[in-house]
């Protein structure tokens, strides 16, 4: 049992994975705000979208900043830089994301949960780079 506990402890420590597992976390919230919003309400499907990541972006930052990169604050200014350039950053992968979306929805007609995982790939990839050399940088 020791030996699987040191393993899983080993894989805790890999930041990729961390940000795969958080990653995946995120976009379960994405997927299921947007389903329910979208096939249960009934809500238009670029309003839930909007609605969906707005919802992913805050559950994201929490999430990377705790468990992915583990970042600490030293003082509230530290803490509002970072959280408006995570929220930031977002916003303009929410950007494609929402373009992605509306392009592969209403102009070339794929089932909006396809359009929306589609999407998701691109959004996930770029969020990585951005979170990692921009936004939770190791401080000294």
Known sequence: MNGL???IQNLYHQEILRYIVVGGCTTAVN???F???CKI???EVNISNIIS????????YVTNKIFVFQSHCHSTAELMKEMVSFIGARLLTMIIEVGGVFVLYEIIGQEEVIAKLETQVIVLIGNYIISKFFVFQRKG
Do not use: G
Request: charged letters at 10%; one cysteine or more; proline letters at 0%.
């Open 5 to 7: 506990m040191k393993k």
């Open 31 to 33: 997927l299921i705000v």
């Open 35 to 37: 389903t329910v919003l």
């Open 41 to 43: 309400m009934h809500v």
């Open 53 to 60: 990541v707005i919802c992913a972006i805050l559950f994201a």
